[in-house]
């Protein structure tokens, strides 16, 4: 089988899970299999690397000293810890040098200049997978394997210019990544491919925004047309609720891309939306494994999944910490001009809507928010809105969860909203919101946080996913 095989910050965290990593690449390798690997940044080397460049473009120079000295030392340690043969270590070393010192030049420059931009952010956080990816090289090397790392530009995906949340332009990537990927693959080199960045038809670095490594994944899996992309993660695989709040909940064996997606967007954190979403277009089937049990088959999710009979609910998922923003007023009857206007505010504000409901008497429109974004959102709604006629309030209220039913065999089955909010009631958890898509796979609504954790087990049991 051609696969790609995507691994997350955790999987690459340190110097003996890369080595982990890389005994698994080659027992794949020895089955037979013809591999590409996406590797994402080592844990929270992303977040640190977005940090050190806010702090330094306020004229910070000393924060690159000591932030590029501890962030060599750490893939350093890795690379020493993974890599066992002397020359191969050399050979990584040698790149990993390199490219600290390009990092520590361009934070100067920033520090220099005082502003941080775009296009130069999105250079800086792309090196956590710049500097992984060597590392992972190495390791496979060691192993005996033939490998060569590559970043996202290197191999061929080509993207607009919107830094820090670019789309590929999938046909002169599709097209590019094959040339560059068949190649290889026929040479029996193993690519190891850096998630995450791009870089536009001038050659200038880009990212993919929240999810780009699994995006990268799919785009490549795409390109090569690979039998299946396989995502590794710390978890068995999809799950029918948060294992967390629900002991009963089990791993889900066949899921659709639509369900996935669902899931994905209500906080089950497995696959980005967007990399299901390609690979969907695609019809590359996705498959999530276990690096706990690598001989499991994990959950797979393809284009169309039969629904049992009396297989009503697939899984049962919720997002903590909402923000609800109630714009209302009697004017807003009749103006559907003011839901756009609305939902411009927070787009121009960068703020994630999370879910909409509106009263059958347009009085009102309830918005869910990440509470984080909550008094940024408030404000610029009241600045642009209660000068008007239409509008007379705008009221936040926190401490909310949502809470969301996912499943295909909803379509088309009466009564299963009549079902969820019944079980509510016998467990007495208020609603504050509802809401579902017209695909009808999938009944949201909104309760207080500490009403959750409950109402995920009520349905959980309700229709019977531990079963």
């Given at each position: 089988m051609k696969l790609v095989m995507k691994f997350g910050g955790v999987s690459v965290a340190d110097g003996d899970k890369m080595r982990r990593v890389g005994a698994l690449v080659r027992k794949y390798e020895k089955d037979g299999h013809r591999l590409v690997i996406i590797t994402s940044a080592m844990f929270s080397v992303t977040d640190s690397l977005n940090e050190v460049a806010r702090k330094v473009s306020k004229g910070d120079k000393k924060a690159v000293h000591d932030f590029v000295e501890a962030l060599h030392a750490r893939h350093r340690k890795a690379a020493e810890t993974a890599i066992k043969d002397e020359r191969v270590l050399d050979r990584t070393l040698i790149v990993l040098n390199t490219r600290m010192d390009e990092l520590k030049n361009i934070l100067l420059g920033i520090a220099h200049i005082g502003e941080l931009t775009p296009r130069s952010r999105d250079f800086v956080v792309g090196y956590g997978e710049k500097l992984s990816a060597p590392v992972l090289q190495g390791a496979l090397e060691d192993l005996g394997l033939k490998s060569k790392a590559l970043t996202g530009g290197e191999v061929g995906i080509v993207t607009d210019s919107r830094y820090g949340d670019a789309s590929p332009l999938m046909s002169v990537t599709t097209h590019q990544v094959k040339e560059n990927l068949d190649r290889l693959l026929e040479d029996g080199v193993i690519p190891v491919v850096c998630g995450f960045i791009g870089s536009t038809q001038d050659g200038?670095?880009?990212?993919?925004?929240?999810?780009?490594?699994?995006?990268?994944?799919?785009?490549?899996?795409?390109?090569?047309?690979?039998?299946?992309?396989?995502?590794?993660?710390?978890?068995?695989?999809?799950?029918?609720?948060?294992?967390?709040?629900?002991?009963?909940?089990?791993?889900?064996?066949?899921?659709?891309?639509?369900?996935?997606?669902?899931?994905?967007?209500?906080?089950?954190?497995?696959?980005?939306?967007?990399?299901?979403?390609?690979?969907?277009?695609?019809?590359?089937?996705?498959?999530?494994?276990?690096?706990?049990?690598?001989?499991?088959?994990?959950?797979?999710?393809?284009?169309?999944?039969?629904?049992?009979?009396?297989?009503?609910?697939?899984?049962?998922?919720?997002?903590?910490?909402?923000?609800?923003?109630?714009?209302?007023?009697?004017?807003?009857?009749?103006?559907?001009?003011?839901?756009?206007?609305?939902?411009?505010?927070?787009?121009?504000?960068?703020?994630?809507?999370?879910?909409?409901?509106?009263?059958?008497?347009?009085?009102?429109?309830?918005?869910?928010?990440?509470?984080?974004?909550?008094?940024?959102?408030?404000?610029?709604?009241?600045?642009?809105?209660?000068?008007?006629?239409?509008?007379?309030?705008?009221?936040?209220?926190?401490?909310?969860?949502?809470?969301?039913?996912?499943?295909?065999?909803?379509?088309?089955?009466?009564?299963?909203?009549?079902?969820?909010?019944?079980?509510?009631?016998?467990?007495?958890?208020?609603?504050?919101?509802?809401?579902?898509?017209?695909?009808?796979?999938?009944?949201?609504?909104?309760?207080?946080?500490?009403?959750?954790?409950?109402?995920?087990?009520?349905?959980?049991?309700?229709?019977?996913?531990?079963?």
């Open positions: 200038v670095q880009t990212t993919l925004g929240r999810g780009g490594s699994d995006y990268t994944a799919s785009i490549i899996g795409a390109a090569i047309k690979a039998d299946e992309v396989w995502v590794w993660k710390d978890v068995d695989g999809l799950m029918t609720a948060n294992p967390k709040f629900v002991k009963s909940a089990k791993m889900i064996q066949k899921i659709s891309f639509a369900e996935a997606m669902e899931l994905a967007h209500f906080g089950a954190e497995v696959i980005h939306p967007r990399a299901l979403e390609c690979a969907a277009k695609y019809h590359i089937p996705f498959r999530v494994k276990s690096l706990n049990d690598p001989d499991g088959k994990g959950t797979v999710i393809e284009a169309e999944v039969k629904v049992k009979s009396g297989d009503v609910v697939k899984a049962i998922t919720n997002i903590n910490d909402v923000s609800v923003i109630t714009v209302s007023g009697a004017s807003m009857v009749g103006t559907p001009r003011l839901a756009a206007k609305v939902l411009q505010i927070l787009t121009d504000e960068d703020v994630d809507v999370l879910m909409i409901s509106q009263s059958s008497s347009e009085e009102s429109i309830t918005l869910a928010i990440p509470k984080a974004s909550g008094s940024k959102a408030q404000n610029a709604l009241e600045l642009s809105l209660l000068g008007s006629k239409e509008v007379r309030e705008v009221k936040v209220e926190d401490g909310l969860s949502i809470v969301a039913v996912v499943g295909a065999g909803m379509k088309g089955t009466p009564g299963v909203a009549a079902r969820v909010f019944g079980t509510m009631a016998q467990k007495e958890v208020n609603i504050r919101a509802i809401a579902q898509g017209s695909s009808e796979l999938n009944i949201s609504f909104i309760v207080k946080k500490e009403d959750a954790r409950k109402a995920i087990e009520a349905l959980h049991d309700d229709f019977k996913l531990g079963e």
